[in-house]
């Protein structure tokens, strides 16, 4: 391989290929190994970043603008900590319109102030036409850590259950129909949100929670063959109880495709500590984005480092990372 | 104004009023208004993010690799923090050569040793080609700050003296002939370099320095012409005290450009304490990056909020912000 594919961008196994060999070794920071969804420093300080290239910029449910500020406010989450501080850098092409430009930053200033994040650095570069696609957007997100309430996939124990916060695959598949043109499945929205109300809700007192993760590039599937992967656990999902809208369920159908690879961005991941779940799924559901939160599986204790979903026909199947291309720029 | 122009990229005063009267007002930030090059954080923490297109991507002196650790570790040491920690977020083109992105990570992994530096987290988008210009790289930066070592645009007094770092102008001149195919200057290399030793060596004991600003885009005079005017100072320099390279000199005066706004990558521009230049400019000459230090103007109490400068033969000349596109993507 001489060069970069679409594939390598896309949230699966060649993109963990190319990071693994070919960008980490170049940096050996303890820290960057662990490919959490933040890095946790030794200052109580989560760190995170996520560039954004989104294609369409805008799409039903939200913006690059709106995007921009949930996936990082999400990542920070994902640590345990608390988001604070966003940096918003922009990267315009040349004869982007200035009125697009605000919607976007009026998007992303209303997700911010949901969030309960300030955005308090950021840079702007302009390149030529046609050296750019209308608008990239990097959020760069610092959150702070209370004692006791940082997370990580090394917290992950037998016996945990995993929740999944709500209905898989929305966010790519709306904007599939919208890129596309498809019709089929026009109420559908993209889940694009900032979960930083429904993980507070949950994430307190500490110790119930083991371990968050966003769902997004590569989906459920792609995030639990990586969890079992890296913490070395097996895991096991039932497909019966993951929540799939009918809308997305047609559309994979027709279109060929998995909803358990398909990205999310208003989702969350829970391992939780097995005797707390049913309490978490009731917490959960109080909020607008946790109303179809539901226990998808557990952790067991045979096939670590491997992930099994449980088919409705009671079949097993291995969920491995996705191999090759999904669908591109979908965050 | 309807559409984004090239000029609004070009740190000059389409960019600032781009940024004034588009970007700031949708978020209400007092960290982010004082648009210093990082924000300065309750915690003690400075934050600072950036984003790099500089075309092309290997140049005299160094790459984008290089140029994205150094330029975000020099925001970081000019809010008076120690860089701690750096993301990297790709944004790659389809076919991107890979032996390229390894040379890339490479200057980045060696200019992150150098400055002291850890990359704790990352990301990488692809975009299909055309779709961007080789490569994008955003690099965001936590530093932290000791007490009594904050640096500010707010701390310039009167009688401050102000010193640069070194000759102006030869990044953006040494880009311009790379890509220009210009031969007539082909000794000279971009400074970019980051500039922690350089800083380490004089900023400590506190109280001595009261402001560090890095000409990038825009050059000494954008940085000054700014300075000058967010913190109500009158401002005079002499431009026979300006170190500028014979090459830079000579390519300015054939292409009708002005070395003072010239983009840097590796200079500092400091007001510090006027009894304490001496000893600053000293101390600055020991490092490899402050060898021709040199001590250009002074804080004044006449004219507040606007910089002069005083030319060879004794005239008078304002020092604006440079108006439309400079050269673009120079960073």
């Known amino acids: 391989m001489n060069s970069i594919l679409l594939a390598h961008g896309s949230g699966g196994k060649l993109q963990s290929e190319l990071i693994e060999n070919i960008i980490l070794k170049h940096f050996n920071s303890p820290v960057l190994k662990l490919l959490e969804d933040s890095a946790v420093l030794k200052e109580k300080v989560a760190f995170t970043t996520?560039?954004?290239?989104?294609?369409?910029?805008?799409f039903p449910g939200g913006d690059i603008g709106k995007l921009?500020?949930?996936?990082?406010?999400n990542d920070i989450l994902?640590?345990?900590?608390?988001?604070?501080?966003?940096?918003?850098?922009?990267?315009?092409e040349e004869g982007f319109s200035i009125d697009?430009?605000?919607?976007?930053?009026?998007?992303?200033?209303?997700?911010?102030?949901?969030?309960?994040?300030?955005?308090?650095?950021?840079?702007?570069k302009v390149v030529e036409k046609g050296k750019a696609d209308e608008i990239f957007i990097n959020?760069?997100?610092?959150?702070?850590?209370?004692?006791?309430?940082?997370?990580?996939?090394?917290k992950i124990e037998v016996g945990d259950k995993i929740i999944a916060s709500g209905t898989i695959g929305d966010h790519g598949i709306s904007i599939l129909s919208k890129r596309e043109g498809l019709q089929f499945h026009s109420r559908l929205i993209s889940d694009c949100a900032s979960l930083s109300n429904l993980v507070k809700?949950?994430?307190?007192?500490?110790?119930?929670i083991h371990c968050f993760r966003d769902p997004t590039r590569g989906g459920l599937g792609g995030i639990l063959a990586e969890i079992a992967r890296s913490s070395n656990s097996g895991i096991e999902i039932e497909e019966e109880r993951i929540p799939v809208k009918d809308e997305v369920r047609g559309a994979c159908e027709l279109l060929g495709l998995d909803p358990l690879y398909i990205a999310?961005?208003?989702?969350?991941?829970?391992?939780?500590?097995?005797?707390?779940a049913e309490d978490i799924i009731k917490?959960?559901?109080?909020?607008?984005?946790?109303?179809?939160?539901?226990?998808?599986?557990?952790?067991?204790?045979?096939?670590?480092?491997?992930?099994?979903?449980?088919?409705?026909?009671?079949?097993?199947?291995?969920?491995?990372?996705?191999?090759?291309?999904?669908?591109?720029?979908?965050?």
Chains 1, 2 share one sequence.
């Open 50 to 58: 996520d560039s954004f290239v989104v294609k369409p910029v805008f």
């Open 68 to 73: 921009a500020i949930a996936g990082t406010v």
């Open 78 to 92: 994902c640590s345990g900590a608390r988001p604070a501080y966003i940096s918003l850098s922009l990267i315009i």
């Open 100 to 124: 697009k430009l605000e919607t976007i930053l009026d998007s992303a200033k209303c997700e911010a102030k949901r969030a309960g994040v300030e955005v308090v650095c950021g840079d702007l």
């Open 139 to 154: 959020t760069s997100g610092i959150g702070f850590i209370e004692d006791g309430q940082a997370l990580s996939i090394k």
């Open 201 to 208: 809700s949950i994430h307190n007192p500490a110790g119930k």
């Open 264 to 276: 999310n961005e208003g989702k969350i991941v829970a391992f939780v500590r097995r005797e707390d």
């Open 283 to 331: 917490a959960m559901k109080k909020d607008e984005n946790g109303k179809d939160a539901k226990i998808i599986g557990e952790v067991v204790g045979s096939h670590p480092g491997v992930c099994l979903l449980i088919t409705k026909i009671g079949g097993k199947r291995i969920i491995d990372l996705p191999r090759g291309e999904l669908l591109p720029r979908l965050c």
